[in-house]
């Protein structure tokens, strides 16, 4: 498979995407809670931070630094993405599509957020 500018650019937006939905979407919590312990702590003003620290040995441990690591997850999530499309071009280019472009409609989104915020 040769890979065009915009199918790069469509394999960047999809890693973005499924990077973000991995590691900080809520849809997706119940993926990252066994690999977390939660510590909650009251500030001064009465208000609770929740902190999320991966777990302390094993396995768990492994995947709790990796899903807190945006950048870390980004690798493999783009490993996936990437070897998805070349193993299975046909069943993957749905599923691509779907994550570039719900990748780039929240870039857009963060812009007019922005705008909207000044």
């Known amino acids: 498979m040769k890979i065009t500018l915009l199918n790069l650019l469509l394999l960047t937006l999809a890693s973005f995407r499924l990077t973000r939905l991995l590691v900080f979407d809520k849809i997706t919590e119940f993926i990252r809670v066994p690999f977390f312990n939660e510590i909650k702590e009251e500030m001064e003003d009465g208000e609770i931070e929740v902190y ?3 777990k302390e040995k ?9 899903l807190s690591c945006y950048w870390c ?3 493999w ?8 499309s070349l193993l299975y ?3 993957s280019f749905p599923i691509i599509l779907i994550l570039g472009v719900a990748g ?3 870039i857009l989104e ?3 957020q922005y705008f909207i915020e000044k």
């Open 73 to 75: 997850t980004g690798i």
């Open 52 to 54: 999320y620290l991966p």
């Open 110 to 112: 963060s812009i007019v």
């Open 104 to 106: 780039f409609a929240s």
């Open 58 to 66: 094993g396995v768990k441990k492994f995947f709790g630094e990796l």
């Open 89 to 91: 071009p046909d069943f």
């Open 77 to 84: 999530a783009s490993t996936g993405i990437v070897s998805l």
